[in-house]
């Protein structure tokens, strides 16, 4: 297997000689590759690059510049002059096909009088980080600028060119980032493998119970449901009321739970956790693979009612969100709508599903319509049995010590449109509390934060990784 994978200790400095001398060094050499890694991840998270409106430019000029600093080529690509993408490439022998990785620089944007630490200060407190893109997504950003420089200053030998794409507008402007990439200028990131967000380590307690890897995602696939009726003075009801027909084809769709449908990824996801959570909840993952349909939809139940992400991993998923109807106290309106976020499992074959909601509500005065909310290539997934899961898993397990489970993403990721085009991805992340999400810490929040120290061992694991993958092969003696 390659042996160009490096201690993070050594890397960029001087061989250390070996002993008891060696520590000291080692241990300097490591604080100082840990400092420029915050420095980079401070300097972007202090750049407000919220989307909307979007400026992605200063992130983008300091990427360029770190790298074009230690001669390793830069092109830059923009729809828009302030909405950059960067592109860097290490060119290895050719052997193999090029691995992508990949990071957004652009957040979604922010309420300032909810920040307890100003969302563009980067701060140190208690042993994390605060700041609006701690964990979505400048930790990959800057897992992508120290893994160049890396490979660079080691002179590591590559079987594949290492291309890294800084994009823009993964926060709901696709148009301007990877779709404008995909389509304009695919010959500068067509890769066999990609490494991207969406996977992460879950800690308990302070400690690491499993690492996730994103190979699968559901794709949106927005549908409005317009009831129609007609117009009238409100002091004399009726029963074509398009408000109440609305009513009842929303209850109808929710009360309908589309079938539990595993793929190999969920499949996998839920035979591990099975294995190691603990035995009552272990259970219900378990009897989610049983053959008896029963035993399946109690598990189901379970966990739509204790654990709604993962019962969301289980099938097409339907939210109703946004419900829209009249004007006036007095006026019954002649038209009313509401707006389904739905998410379908990799496989579903959209019109068939539109067309059974619109079975399930049975109502000819109720239009079902796609309303084009996110769209995105059909979900794809990538296989967990091939070299790139591997070596991924593998490098997890050294760093983090813990099991590795295949997961699917219930939202979306800029990984589709390269799954589309045939590259294989997976998703990684640095390791998270648990709780952190619920508390309000998590991607999003109003006190999103990063764990300083899992900043460190994520971006260590994403070098290991790269040269697993990338690394040239030392022959066989």
Avoid at 367 to 392: K, Q, T, Y
Avoid at 427 to 434: E, L, W
Wanted: hydrophobic share 40%.
């Amino acid at each position: 297997m390659n042996v160009a994978r490096f201690a993070w200790a050594g890397l960029g400095i001087a061989v250390i000689a070996a002993g008891a001398a060696a520590q000291p060094s080692a241990q300097s050499d490591r604080s100082s590759l840990e400092a420029e890694t915050l420095r980079h991840f401070q300097a972007l998270v202090r750049m407000d690059t919220t989307s909307p409106p979007g400026n992605e430019k200063p992130a983008a000029d300091y990427v360029a510049q770190v790298l074009e600093r230690e001669g390793i080529p830069v092109q830059t690509f923009a729809l828009e002059a302030q909405r950059p993408n960067v592109v860097a490439r290490l060119s290895g022998n050719g052997r193999k096909r090029p691995l992508l990785i990949m990071g957004h620089t652009d957040t979604v944007n922010v309420d300032l009088a909810k920040w307890q630490h100003p969302p563009f200060s980067a701060a140190r407190d208690g042993g994390h980080i605060y700041g609006r893109g701690t964990v979505d997504d400048k930790d990959s950003v800057t897992a992508g600028i120290m893994t160049m420089l890396l490979l660079k200053r080691n002179f590591v030998a590559l079987d594949r060119d290492v291309i890294f794409l800084a994009e823009a507008g993964e926060e709901g402007t696709t148009n301007i980032g990877i779709e404008f990439m995909v389509e304009k200028h695919f010959d500068t990131i067509d890769a066999e493998y990609c490494l991207a967000e969406g996977g992460n380590a879950t800690r308990v307690d302070g400690d690491v119970r499993y690492s996730g890897v994103q190979t699968a995602e559901k794709f949106p696939k927005g549908i409005d449901l317009i009831a129609h009726g007609v117009a009238g003075h409100g002091s004399v009801p009726l029963e074509t009321n398009p408000i109440a027909r609305l009513a009842r084809a929303i209850t109808a769709v929710v009360q309908w739970q589309p079938p539990v449908v595993l793929n190999e990824t969920t499949r996998a996801y839920f035979s591990r956790l099975g294995e190691i959570e603990e035995p009552a909840v272990a259970r219900r993952y378990r009897d989610l693979l049983s053959n008896d349909a029963a035993v399946v939809a109690a598990a189901d139940a379970w966990l739509r009612a204790n654990d709604p992400g993962k019962a969301s991993m289980l099938r097409t998923s339907i939210s109703p969100n946004i419900v829209q109807g009249g004007y006036r106290n007095n006026v019954i309106p002649s038209e009313a709508r509401a707006t389904l976020d739905v998410r379908m499992r990799p496989g579903e074959d959209p019109d068939a599903f539109r067309a059974e909601i619109e079975r399930r509500i049975g109502d000819d005065k109720v239009d079902v319509v796609f309303n084009g909310f996110g769209e995105r290539p059909a979900g794809l997934v990538s296989p967990i049995d091939g070299e790139a899961f591997v070596a991924i898993e593998r490098a997890l397990r050294t760093h983090y010590a813990a099991p590795v489970v295949p997961m699917m993403s219930t939202g979306a990721t800029d990984m589709a449109f390269l799954r589309a085009k045939g590259i294989r991805c997976y998703g990684v992340g640095p390791a998270t509390d648990q709780e952190d999400g619920p508390l309000g810490f998590g991607a999003h929040s109003d006190q999103e934060r990063i764990v300083e120290a899992e900043l460190y061992r994520f971006v260590r694991f994403f070098y290991d990784a790269v040269v697993a993958l990338a690394g040239a092969e030392q022959p066989r003696r």
